[in-house]
């Protein structure tokens, strides 16, 4: 068994290396001190994953979730994909995105499917709504689920043995959507939308200072 150093919390899943809620690297336990530990505790009071998420995630993981979280239910709770708030100030390239794909997503998922509870494209009469994308957002709402209530904590090595193989088979799955670490990209895209966002906030008030500096000089 593995524990996470910052949250207290026991996986039993040997292979997991890092937290799956703050990704901090797993230490060894041995099962009396993993016995000691209530299970329960943590679970109580994190209803609100679905409003505030893994603690260290990238922008693309955030984004993602919040764009899927959008299309649950048969109407549209907000227009924004990912609400907009204070952490945009570190990723302002973001805007952008989420300006954009927020208006697409509202004119191209008009679509509803009741198997699955989730909205799908709709560009023609008969919609846009394969068998595959249905059984992928009944796993992913399942896995969320698990994943709140601490059922993933048990039962991890399972699902991660399905999404092998549908990875396999060349399909989808919700674990590595939900579960997987941030890659090498993510990371990137992260540090460069931090850098651009530096890089704005310096220059807006370097031109600021410029066009005053020249009307001082005018006179």
């Known amino acids: 068994m593995r524990k996470c150093p910052r949250c207290q919390i026991v996986y039993q899943s040997t292979e997991r290396l890092n937290c799956l809620y703050c990704d901090a690297t797993l230490i060894s336990v041995q099962l009396e001190d993993a016995l000691r ?44 994909v990912e609400p907009l708030g204070f952490s945009y100030l570190i990723k302002i390239p973001w805007i952008i995105i989420n300006c954009v794909d927020s208006v697409m997503i509202h004119l191209a998922y008009q679509g509803y499917c009741p198997q699955c509870g989730w909205k799908h494209k709709r560009m023609s009469g008969v919609g846009d709504h394969s068998k595959e994308e249905c059984e992928y957002n009944k796993e992913y ?41 941030r890659t090498a990209l993510e990371y990137g895209m992260d540090i460069l939308s931090i850098l651009i966002s530096m890089a704005l906030f310096m220059a807006i008030p370097i031109k600021i200072g410029m066009v005053l500096l020249g009307k001082v000089y005018e006179f």
Do not use: P, W
């Open 37 to 80: 530990l209530q299970e329960e505790d943590f679970v109580k009071g994190r209803s609100d994953f679905l409003d505030n998420y893994f603690r260290i995630r990238s922008f693309t993981f955030s984004y993602i979730f919040h764009r899927n979280q959008l299309r649950m239910g048969q109407k549209f709770e907000r227009f924004f």
């Open 141 to 181: 709402v399942l896995l969320l689920k698990e994943i709140v209530t601490g059922g993933l904590i048990r039962d991890e090595n399972k699902y991660k043995k399905e999404a092998v193989l549908k990875v396999q088979a060349g399909q989808r799955n919700a674990y590595n959507t939900l579960c997987s670490r």
